[in-house]
């Protein structure tokens, strides 16, 4: 069983920066991809980032993208999310996946954190 558990969120204001951390216990992760999902008020989840096992692989979604950095430490595994210009409709809560395989090409995540809040204010 694997546990992951974000930190590092809270308000800040539209500009500012944050450093999501996915830290993760119960077993090695550097086989894992791992990827970045957030949830507003009344939204769907909806996908941000991820990453591959070895980091060489990145990928985000267009809202995202100049804006947020995906990254992780094997060594600590641990996962991270910089988050920069950030706008207020980047307010939501953030959660933290890892994925062993997939499915006609679509990451199948395995294991999810409990989230951690980010909120931008204008």
């Known amino acids: 069983q694997v546990q992951l558990v974000e930190s590092g969120g809270g308000l800040v204001q539209a500009g500012g920066s944050l450093r999501l951390s996915c830290a993760a216990s119960g077993r090695t992760i550097s086989s894992y991809g791992m990827g970045w999902f957030r949830q507003a008020p009344g939204k769907e989840r909806e996908f941000v980032a991820r990453?591959?096992?070895?980091?060489?692989?990145?990928y985000y979604t267009d809202s995202v993208k100049g804006r947020f950095t995906i990254s992780r430490d094997n060594a600590k595994n641990t996962g991270y999310l910089q988050m920069n210009s950030l706008k207020p409709e980047d307010t939501a809560v953030y959660y933290c996946?890892?994925?062993?395989?997939?499915?006609?090409?679509?990451?199948?995540?395995?294991?999810w954190g409990q989230g951690t809040q980010v909120t931008v204010s204008s």
């Open positions: 990453i591959s096992g070895g980091g060489g692989s990145t």
């Open positions: 996946a890892i994925s062993s395989r997939t499915v006609g090409g679509t990451w199948q995540y395995d294991y």
